[in-house]
């Protein structure tokens, strides 16, 4: 009679995590779910090239500190990534781990040693910024008789007086951002996965929004 109660295998583990934790319990944006599954299938190739064990033969137990650490060294040495990119792939697997811990616990000494490796540090540049005037000369640089440069001047214009991201920026509606521009009001618009921003568009945005959204519209 099995053991209702048995351990789940690794490939389960694995699968649940993607399948309940990451889009159901958490609803993460489905980038993250990309780079998760990126990371593992990684890690998955590094593992069998490392130990000799399959995707579909590996436990918990294999991925201790001492792979891990490998696979983030490979990653470096071998792939060229930065240290952003090895402490994100190393992020990825701290969640999995974190998750199969609470049905594992045979496997919780392997994944306390693993979840102790630590985020690598880094140097952050220093940000530098535009002067207004460098800014209106970006503005003004599209030729305003053709519809892409007053497309142009209206995206530049946005993300300079809104502090809107490219992605935000790219997915406003005609409808939404030319109605939202005659009553002043916040334009919300989608960011980051599931989550939403209120963009506000004032009077120095409205005029290049309204000019190639009407020649859209007609």
Known sequence: MPDPIATPTFPTLHQR??????????????????AYRDTFRLLLSFAEASIGKAPTALALVDLDARLILGFLDHL????????????????????????????DLTALAVIEQALAIPMKRFDRPVLGFLSRQ????????P???TWA???DRALFSLMYNTGARVS??????????????????????????????????NSVADPGL?????????
């Open 17 to 34: 995590f993607f399948v309940e934790h990451l889009r159901h319990q958490r609803a993460v944006s489905p980038r993250t779910i990309a």
């Open 76 to 103: 470096e040495k071998e792939r060229n990534n930065g240290a952003r990119s090895r402490n994100a792939r190393l992020a990825a697997l701290r969640s999995f781990l974190k998750y199969a811990a609470h049905y």
């Open 134 to 141: 460098e800014m209106q000369a970006i503005v003004d640089a």
């Open 143 to 145: 030729d305003p008789r």
């Open 149 to 151: 440069g007053q497309r």
């Open 168 to 201: 935000e920026a790219i997915g406003l509606r005609v409808a939404t951002s030319s109605s939202m521009a005659r009553r002043r009001a916040p334009a919300r618009q989608g960011a980051q996965g599931t989550k939403h921003a209120a963009l506000a568009i």
């Open 210 to 218: 309204e000019a190639p959204a009407g020649k859209h519209r007609g």
